[in-house]
């Protein structure tokens, strides 16, 4: 005899002495039969409570599993938004930055090869002459014409800046070095809604991978209203799919795929913090435009040193 039929005797045998202890005869017999009864149920339902519990277990598992992989999607698409952002930021300021301070290098390099030039002149010394010979190779040659036509002209003419130069119209100013704060909202609630990492399918992922790469492309152009005419485009189109709770392998290889999506966008995000320009955009990330006006002071601060010194060689 199985513990569980002891233990099931026993109830019974105890049912039917408290029957007898407190009332008649028929009254104990039937308590010890409910007692026999209630043993004989609770055995035969043991084998399928407990699959129940193992199944509310996995799917208990499988709740918290989807809710890491929510909040992982949620943190990757944060992440690059901010990636996306400092991108424009450096791609941008590089611009300005060629547009403002490239001339003044290129002349502070033109200068220094004068100077070599002249210093070697007077010497005669093999090393000036070495040295006069690496600092002209070092000055940026003559750009031939398809790269002076860059910039300023496509295949529909002159491009409306250059027009404006040669008719002496006012020219439009550089592009900001960032988007207004209006946009950014706006990009940054649109990306949250649209971002392909949360397509569950190849279709829906390619429909959102051509919606946000249209995105960026206005965001880099600090394009609030086309921002706000995609929100509408978005908020107009098919409503996507319910998400539906995957099985805990697919779920887990999403995590993984999170992963590496992340520590690709770190790589990312680390060279261009660690770029030249990424470096100045951190040393004033509020008014990035006011380090470039220290820059040019400095800058002009050094052409006038230098043609001041290279008048005394010459002169």
Do not use: C
Request: glycine fraction near 8%; charged fraction near 30%; aromatic fraction near 4%.
């Amino acid at each position: 005899m199985t513990n569980s039929h002891a233990e099931n005797a026993q109830d019974g045998r105890a049912g039917g002495t408290a029957g007898q202890d407190t009332g008649p005869g028929t009254d104990g017999h039937d308590a010890g039969t409910a007692g026999r009864t209630a043993g004989t149920a609770g055995h035969g339902g043991s084998p399928a409570g407990d699959a129940a519990a193992d199944q509310a277990d996995r799917d208990a598992a499988t709740r918290r599993l989807a809710k890491a992989v929510l909040a992982a999607e949620q943190a990757l698409i944060e992440f690059e938004i901010a990636v996306e952002t400092f991108r424009v930021e450096v791609e941008n300021f590089s611009r300005l930055h060629h547009q403002r301070l490239g001339p003044m290098y290129a002349r502070l390099d033109e200068l220094d090869a004068q100077i070599a030039e002249a210093v070697a002149a007077r010497t005669g010394a093999p090393e000036d002459i070495r040295k006069a010979q690496e600092a002209r190779a070092s000055v940026l040659p003559m750009p031939d014409v398809e790269e002076l036509f860059h910039g300023w002209m496509g295949s529909d003419g002159l491009f409306p800046e250059a027009q404006a130069m040669l008719t002496e119209q006012s020219v439009r100013p550089p592009q900001k070095v960032r988007p207004s704060e209006e946009a950014r909202r706006v990009y940054r609630d649109l990306v949250r809604r649209a971002h392909p990492d949360l397509a569950r399918d190849d279709a829906e992922r390619e429909r959102r991978d051509a919606f946000i790469a249209r995105v960026n492309a206005a965001y880099a152009a600090g394009d609030e209203a086309a921002l706000r005419q995609l929100t509408q485009e978005w908020e107009a189109g098919p409503v996507p799919a319910e998400e539906r709770l995957s099985a805990s392998e697919e779920l887990y290889a999403r995590l993984e795929w999170l992963a590496e999506r992340k520590e690709l966008l770190a790589a990312v995000a680390a060279e261009l913090e660690e770029s030249a320009i990424g470096a100045m955009i951190k040393m004033a990330p509020q008014d990035p435009d006011a380090l470039l006006d220290e820059i040019a002071e400095k800058l002009l601060a050094d052409v006038a040193e230098r043609e001041a010194y290279l008048a005394q060689l010459v002169g």
